[in-house]
């Protein structure tokens, strides 16, 4: 994979991004939005499949080619190595609940690895971004974007641990790990979804767990927090988003979280 070409897909990314942060920002918040229940009772709105369809439209035409693994309307073969992997609203109970915490994620993979990440929020008009040897960057409104890392603490006691749904962790039987890291953290929050992973690439917390997951919810996130200078694996240690789980984390603390969810 030449340079160009994943540059060129990280501009269309940013772009079509911002594109769909203003169809998603039509339906938020508004009173007479419908949610529907999936089979797996996970919610859905026309954001998320407007979305969705808006991102594919636009990779049709700009890179027919490319595959596509979508949350809304499933796979598209890919035919040169190039596949991207889209959660339009990753955060749909929150943006049903008129909280501005999801985000749109757009993740590419070439030859089965992440290459390029895009977690765009469109209610905080912020994006965090990133590809293979680009770094990791962080631009709010029109603010110039500025290249971003994940913090340096090595002590959980200073730490901040974030988590989407304590839930999660009861129905996979490992209700422990959620009891520690809250005693051990400084501080622990349930801002979820992608926007607790973000925190970590963006020094503002060290340890992000998801106990479930889907490839949708961590393709974009994977190459941004690497490119930041952490850590996304799977609670075996793995850097793939196929396992249903995942964790971000700082590279001081990698090896202490990796160990608490390996036992």
Known sequence: MDSPALE????????VALEAQDLILGYYQNVDLNVDLKA?????TAADKGAEQLIRDRLAVAFPDD??????FGTLDSKNGFRWILDPVDGTKPFVQGVPLFGTLIGLEYESRTVLGVARFPALNEVVYAADGMGTWWQIGDAKPRRTTV?????????????TEPQRFER???????????????MSRGWGDCYGHVLVATGRAEVMIDPELSAWDA????????????AWLDWNGEETIYSGNGFSV???????????LKK
């Open 172 to 186: 996979i039987g490992r209700p422990e790990v959620l009891e520690t890291l809250m005693k051990k953290c400084r």
């Open 250 to 260: 700082n590279a001081a603390l990698k090896n202490e979280i990796l160990d608490l």
């Open 8 to 15: 060129e897909r990280l501009q269309f990314a940013l772009s």
């Open 40 to 44: 797996d009772e996970s919610p859905v």
């Open 67 to 72: 595959g596509i693994l979508g949350e809304e």
């Open 219 to 230: 393709a974009a996130l994977v190459p941004i927090v690497r490119e930041a200078g952490g």
């Open 151 to 163: 913090s340096d603490k090595s002590d959980l006691s200073q730490s901040v641990f974030c988590f």
